[in-house]
């Protein structure tokens, strides 16, 4: 690990066995109020995309909402919630995903991107990558080009990156942690 990421890694606190045994929850309300870090991770987020002219960050409910508004702003480009069902107030598309236990669906408003846009998908957390396949789906749906997805943290053991990557989609990712 680099300087950078060790200092972004120890901005994260771990807390065991939450939401239950055996997981460990990558909590980054530590790193958001760390106003160094924070700046830190949205810059690194950011840096690749600058000269792509990007229309649109798309993040995901609700931590890919904080990140991604500040990329958003930071590259002048707009910025596109993606949400859980029944929380959009106008006409939505909608996608099945998979969960560790189940399924789930997320939405989108169907005319939040317009076809050929250039749109960066963003979370805090890739794991297994079944919600991010997910918005990428329902992104292509209504005629985005998904330039890349970008996370801050990846758990690389649960497949994620590739689950991504075999869609075509660019996967990029500030720290990496051991385990589920
Ligand atoms: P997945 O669909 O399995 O890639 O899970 C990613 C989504 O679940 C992201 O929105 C994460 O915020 C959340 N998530 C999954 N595992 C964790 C974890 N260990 N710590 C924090 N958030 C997690």
Redesign the pocket.
């Known amino acids: 690990m680099t300087t950078a990421e060790k200092t972004l890694a120890a901005s994260i606190r771990a807390i065991h066995d939450y939401p239950k045994p055996g ?4 909590d980054i309300t530590t790193l958001l109020g760390d106003a160094k870090a924070f700046r830190q991770a949205v810059d690194e987020l950011v840096r690749p995309y600058q000269d792509l002219a990007i229309d649109q960050i798309a993040g ?1 409910e609700a ?2 909402f904080i990140l991604g508004g500040a990329m958003a702003h930071q590259l002048s480009a707009g910025f596109v919630p993606i949400r859980k069902k029944g929380k959009l107030p106008h006409t939505t598309v909608s996608v099945a995903y998979s ?2 236990y189940g399924v789930d669906e997320m939405e989108m408003h169907v005319d939040a991107v317009q076809p050929g846009e250039k749109v960066i998908l963003c ?10 396949e997910g918005a990428v789906k329902l992104l292509r749906q209504i005629g985005a080009e998904v330039v890349s997805a970008c996370f801050v943290i990846d ?1 690389p053991e ?1 497949g ?1 990156r590739r689950k991504l990557e075999a869609l075509g989609v660019e996967v990029r990712t500030l720290v990496s942690f051991d385990g ?1």
Request: net charge negative.
């Open positions: 997981i460990i929850f990558r995901i931590r890919g969960l560790e979370d805090d957390l890739i794991a297994t990558g079944g919600t991010a758990l649960l994620g589920h």
